[in-house]
Nanobody, 121 residues
């Protein structure tokens, strides 16, 4: 099993910054994909950003230029640096990872428990 521990959420004023962290532990050989998702009240969970093992990154249009995703492969940790926050960034942020348990598998994927981010206007 792979467990994820998220931290870094909170309340911030519009224009402020926050940094989210998500550390994975357990039976992990390699993490191929690490991502952050966001779920606003009454809405579906949407991808905010992802980063692959090779370093490819992608962002939702709504956060491009303001959020930066990064990963520390040695620590199996993914970060989301959020700047110029807006009230519409409010929601529960979930990390998601997918990879291999061993060199021959099986694969795994896991969700974090979620961390609340609230941006006040």
């Amino acid at each position: 099993q792979v467990q994820l521990m998220e931290s870094g959420g909170g309340l911030v004023q519009a224009g402020g910054s926050l940094r989210l962290s998500c550390a994975a532990s357990g039976s992990i050989f390699r993490i191929n994909y690490m991502a952050w998702y966001r779920q606003a009240p009454g809405k579906q969970r949407d991808m905010v950003a992802f980063v692959t093992l090779g370093g490819t990154k992608n962002y939702a249009d709504s956060v491009k230029g303001r959020f930066t995703i990064s990963r520390d492969n040695a620590e199996n940790t993914v970060y989301l640096q959020m700047a110029s926050l807006k009230p519409e960034d409010t929601g529960v942020y979930y990390c998601y990872v997918a990879g291999l348990v061993s060199t021959i598998g099986p694969t795994f994927d896991s969700w974090g428990q979620g961390t609340q981010v609230t941006v006040s206007s």
